[in-house]
């Protein structure tokens, strides 16, 4: 079973800078894509970025391309999000995910971090 454990979240200024980090443990196939997703307080679960295996293609949300970015090193197994720019409505908790393959939507979505809070504040 494969596990992703997501750190990097934080309180932090609106046009601030974040860095998620998503760690996999366990069994974790080299052909999953990875991606993120958020929940805002109140709001249903949204996707955010996905990347895929070999890190050659990237997918962003409208909502935060161009102020965010997903990469991935394989070696260490962790799949990041450079947040920039961040604005209140970013405000949310971020969850990792593991596909099959580049996606947008959870139900491609095999197996799940546990969330990390991300707070901006104006």
């Known amino acids: 079973q494969v596990q992703l454990v997501e750190s990097g979240g934080g309180s932090v200024q609106a046009v601030g800078a974040l860095r998620l980090s998503c760690a996999a443990s366990?069994?974790?196939?080299?052909?999953?894509?990875m991606g993120w997703f958020c929940q805002a307080p109140g709001k249903e679960r949204e996707f955010a970025a996905a990347i895929s295996w070999s890190g050659g293609s990237k997918y962003y949300a409208d909502s935060v391309k161009g102020r965010f970015t997903i990469s991935r090193d394989n070696a260490k197994v962790t799949v990041y999000l450079q947040l920039n720019s961040l604005k209140p409505e970013d405000t949310a908790v971020y969850y990792c995910?593991?596909?099959?393959?580049?996606?947008?939507?959870?139900?491609?979505?095999?197996?799940w971090g546990q969330g990390t809070q991300v707070t901006v504040s104006s």
């Open positions: 995910a593991a596909a099959l393959a580049l996606a947008s939507s959870q139900r491609n979505y095999a197996y």
């Open positions: 366990g069994r974790i196939f080299s052909s999953y894509a």
